[in-house]
């Protein structure tokens, strides 16, 4: 299983990035596919996240508003677009796969966001 994540970059703050996750080894639809971030030195924090059964999508306060999850199905990817973003989302990105029993982790990409 492989889950390569892309889309990061350094921007200004208010721009916008679309951050995509490609899966390899698995089908997105059958699992619960998201995004999480991690700082140095900080907790890895949960961004965004689609379920398998439904498509629910579920965001944390800091991504409400600013943040769309969606998967698609035919290239299985999921995307993470966000927009207005501050210098407080500088982080590397990475998704996670989950079903049940199985959770897989990708590399993540770096999102820079300067002032």
């Known amino acids: 299983v492989q889950l390569q994540a892309s889309g990061g970059g350094l921007v200004q703050a208010g721009a916008s990035l679309r951050l995509s996750c490609a899966a390899s080894?698995?089908?997105?639809?059958?699992?619960?596919m998201a995004w999480f971030r991690q700082v140095p030195g900080k907790e890895r924090e949960f961004v965004a996240a689609?379920?398998?059964?439904?498509?629910?999508?579920y965001y944390a306060d800091s991504a409400k508003g600013r943040c769309t999850i969606s998967r698609d199905s035919a290239k299985n990817t999921v995307h993470l677009q966000m927009n207005g973003l501050k210098p407080e989302d500088t982080a590397v990105y990475c998704c996670n796969a989950r079903s049940f029993i199985k959770s897989y982790w990708g590399q993540g990409t770096q999102v820079t966001v300067s002032s």
């Open positions: 689609v379920t398998w059964s439904g498509g629910r999508t």
């Open positions: 080894g698995l089908t997105v639809s059958t699992y619960t």
